[in-house]
């Protein structure tokens, strides 16, 4: 188990990345990923934002809690390849 | 509640109930400190006393099995419990608990219930209550079906200083994404966003609100509405 904070990156701009303060414990590096896309999902599906214009351009950079890169996940990966349906 | 006054309550609707309808109640309320989580009803559950909130605030939520959202709120402007006793039941499907710790006067549902098929006047300004939670909810859905998440948390955020004291408020990002029923990091980019409108400053688990106005801009005819029919119906106290 171990702490995973979400760092949002919605925009090309370094500036445009919203700080997960607060974090969520899981299991591994693969739940977090999960964490992430269900994530990504519900914010597509209900996040309305004045500072979003897509959210399909948006990702998630995954740090551990010693604030270390653990993976990104770009939004765009809740949607399946073609080739997996 | 013995040896308490009327004015001294600092609940809006104890304060502005006739003399004598507080008379009535006031051998039967209790004071009841309302610690951060407290359940004060659950959904489905007879509900066995009210609170007439002093401090602190309550939210009342809607369950599925996929989670669940603020639906209202209520602080020292209203009461729990109202919404059941006063329809003539004894339970309801939301449930609702403690958003920002307080205190309250609780009063068992039987004493509330005879009181006012005792006293029409205390009736109907419960009723009047009840309607403004109906005003609240009914606002709630169209923002929520209209409004962006940093209009959405700028108007949560103003409900939430207007019954507390003070411009510090205790809420962690957790859970302004269950009031917002949005997944935390939206929650964080709203913050960021208002934060660099200078509306508000954020630390770690507290939010301070730096610029009333300016969260007012932001939250637009999301907020408001609500407010003045509260005002029209039970009054400034």
């Known amino acids: ?85 | 509640m013995d040896h308490t006054a009327q004015r001294d309550t600092r609940n809006q609707l104890l304060r502005a109930m006739r003399a004598e309808d507080f008379a009535t109640l006031r051998p039967h309320l209790r004071h009841a400190e309302l610690p951060l989580g407290e359940p004060l009803i659950r959904s489905h559950q007879p509900v066995e006393d009210l609170y007439f909130l002093d401090s602190g605030v309550a939210s009342i939520t809607a369950e599925a099995s996929q989670g669940r959202a603020e639906v209202g709120m209520t602080g020292r402007e209203g009461m729990v419990g109202a919404v059941p006793v006063l329809l003539g039941s004894d339970r309801v499907a939301s449930a609702c608990f403690v958003q920002i710790a307080g205190a309250a006067w609780r009063i068992p549902a039987a004493a509330l219930s005879a009181a006012t098929e005792a006293s029409p006047s205390l009736h109907r300004l419960l009723l009047r209550y009840v309607q403004t939670e109906l005003v609240q909810a009914r606002h709630t859905a169209y923002v929520n079906a209209t409004f962006t998440l940093e209009t959405r948390l700028a108007r949560w955020l103003l409900m939430c200083h207007d019954r507390t004291d003070g411009d510090d408020l205790p809420l962690k990002h957790e859970c302004l994404s269950m009031m917002l029923g949005v997944q935390r990091s939206g929650v964080t980019l709203a913050l960021q966003n208002l934060k660099g409108g200078g509306g508000i400053r954020g630390r770690r688990g507290r939010v301070q609100i730096l610029d009333r106005e300016r969260l007012r801009l932001v939250a637009n005819a999301s907020y408001g509405a609500a407010e003045a029919e509260y005002a029209r119906l039970i009054g400034g106290a």
């Open chain 1, 1 to 85: 188990m171990g702490r995973y904070f979400f760092n949002l990156r919605y925009g090309t701009d370094p500036g445009r990345i919203a700080i997960d303060p607060e974090g969520s414990v899981l299991p591994d590096a693969a739940a977090a990923r999960a964490y992430a896309l269900q994530a990504a999902r519900d914010l597509i599906r209900r996040g309305r934002s004045d500072a979003v214009r897509d959210w399909f351009a948006c990702a998630f950079d995954i740090v551990d809690a010693a604030g270390r890169p653990v993976l990104t996940v770009p939004f765009s990966e809740t949607i399946p390849d073609a080739a997996e349906e």
